[in-house]
């Protein structure tokens, strides 16, 4: 009995087959193909995809050079030069602030001015400090209002300038490089090869460089000499004695007095070096001069 059904249930798939060529026959040669090669097909209905909400956000325009801009101008106005360049500047920049009145002999215009900080107080609006400097060393510190649109493509300054007192100074954290590194040791002579040639143009910056790293030298060179006058690394290990294992990296911070026609100048330079085949490279500048060669 149990033969019997599945005998009769193929029948039953043989008639259907053949009735789905017949009408795919009867509707044409493409219907007759897309039949011939699909068979008989059972279809599960996709559940319906809902919409995914995504969110995009626009980061406000830091408007830190328009408020730079708008101080030094103001700064430079006069209400008795209206029509002067500085004037005309400030005006543009916020149509509904005064100028200021000095006195016809004051020298209150700054030498330079320079946006120190700025932060968003609401959706559009932020508050910028300018930091100016006069010909007698005096530095004074405005605060100026900026209404900035989201993209960045329009400024106002909202209002007159305030005169805030400045940033405090910020404890210095404690230096990590605490190893001495001895001034005939072969990391100091590789450090101090790598600075002349880098700061003075004596000799190739690339025959000092590890693979991979990308360096050029300054300039035209700003310097007739650079001697490095202390050598601190972070680490013992790597720092002393000879080159190490291959591979073996150390970071330090070279105090530098450089030389030229105007006189001495003090530099510092942080830089990271690695052992290879028995010399040491310079694997990376701090200052983030150095390309594909390891920590900058």
């Known amino acids: 009995m149990a033969a019997g059904a599945r005998l009769e249930r193929m029948r039953r798939r043989v008639r259907l087959s053949r009735l789905a ?29 809902k919409p995914t ?4 956000t626009t980061a406000g325009a830091d408007p830190a050079g328009y408020a730079q801009l708008f101080a030094g101008a103001w700064l430079r106005s006069s209400t008795s030069d209206e029509n002067g360049a500085q004037s005309r500047l400030a005006q ?5 602030v005064d100028l200021p009145d000095p006195a016809a002999d004051a020298q209150q215009k700054p030498q330079s001015v320079a946006a120190v900080r700025s932060w968003q107080r609401g ?13 007698d060393g005096r530095v004074r510190y405005f605060v100026v209002p900026v209404v900035a649109d989201t993209a960045g493509g329009s400024f106002t300054v909202t209002g007159a300038p305030g005169v805030v007192a400045g940033p405090a100074r910020a404890e210095v954290p404690k230096s990590p490089y605490t190893v001495t590194v001895p001034s005939g040791s072969d990391l100091a002579v590789a450090v101090g090869e790598f600075l002349s040639a880098y700061l003075t143009g004596a000799g190739q ?9 990308k360096l050029s ?25 000879s080159v190490p294992a291959d591979g073996t990296t150390v970071r330090v911070q070279a105090a530098v007095e450089a030389r030229d026609s105007g006189g001495l100048w003090p530099l510092a330079y942080e830089l990271t070096l690695r052992a290879r085949s028995g010399r040491r490279e310079i694997a990376a500048l701090e200052s983030g001069t150095a390309q594909g060669g390891g920590a900058r």
Do not use: C, H, N
Not at 92 to 96: E, L
Not at 123 to 135: R, S
């Open 21 to 49: 060529l017949f009408t795919a026959i009867a509707a044409g040669p493409v219907a007759l193909g897309v039949t011939v090669m699909s068979g008989p097909t059972t279809v599960a209905a996709a559940p319906s995809a």
């Open 53 to 56: 909400a995504v969110r995009t």
């Open 92 to 96: 543009s920049m916020a149509p509904d």
């Open 123 to 135: 959706t559009d609006e932020w508050a910028v400090t300018v930091a100016a400097q006069y010909a």
């Open 205 to 213: 910056v690339d025959r000092y460089l590890g693979p991979g790293v």
């Open 217 to 241: 030298a300054v300039s035209p060179a700003p310097y007739a000499t650079a001697t490095v006058q202390q050598l601190l690394a972070i680490k013992e290990a790597g720092a002393a004695g």
